[in-house]
């Protein structure tokens, strides 16, 4: 048990963004399912959605960096904010302000474009860290974001720590 905490405080050390003020929310979970990188939207999803999930895929492997927005550094409200901005759609630059947008959503609804938001410090289930889908079927999300120790990348939500991390699910467009 000791040695769960201990990975647990050490993942939300190396992965949280801290990039903005926090909210409280509801939390949902997903059940885990096998990994699959690399997906595409699907072809049923708006042009739209897809050029916003293709353009935060050129960012992959970018590294963090707190407040940026380009190549050189990304956060990951930066990342949201950037890749909207390519389809003129302008969004809140704060994590918490972007967790306030759209509409929620439960988390076996999300689609490709939707925001997906974190909790990732020690007993603070305040949201600092967003990220956005970039695959949904059921029992298994992908989401692009931006952590503090591997940069821009995607993730699984049913990765133990993002689903324990998990607060919320908003749909902007």
């Known amino acids: 048990m000791k040695k769960i905490i201990l990975i647990l405080i050490l993942s939300a050390f190396f992965a949280s963004c801290n990039s ?11 059940s885990k399912t096998t990994k699959k990188r690399n997906s595409s939207p699907s072809a049923a999803t708006p042009k739209t959605v897809v050029n916003i999930i293709e353009h935060a895929k050129t960012f992959e492997g970018t590294r963090y960096k707190y407040g940026g927005t380009t190549k050189k550094g990304m956060d990951c409200s930066g990342l949201v ?24 959503i439960d988390v076996k609804e999300v689609k490709e474009g ?3 938001f974190f909790a ?3 007993n603070n289930r305040r949201v600092n860290h967003v990220g956005i889908v ?16 591997r940069g821009v990348m995607i993730s699984n939500l049913a990765e133990s720590y993002w689903y324990l991390a998990y607060v919320q699910a908003r749909r902007v467009l």
Do not use: M, N, Y
């Not at 903005?20 to 997903?30: A, E």
């Open 20 to 30: 903005s003020k926090r909210v409280v929310s509801k939390k949902t979970r997903t």
């Open 81 to 104: 904010v950037t890749a909207f901005k390519k389809e003129d759609i302008l969004l809140p630059r704060t994590t918490s302000d972007l967790s306030k947008r759209g509409d929620w």
């Open 114 to 116: 939707d925001l997906l």
């Open 120 to 122: 990732t410090k020690k």
């Open 134 to 149: 970039t695959s949904s079927r059921p029992g298994h999300v992908e989401f692009i974001h931006a952590s503090t120790s």
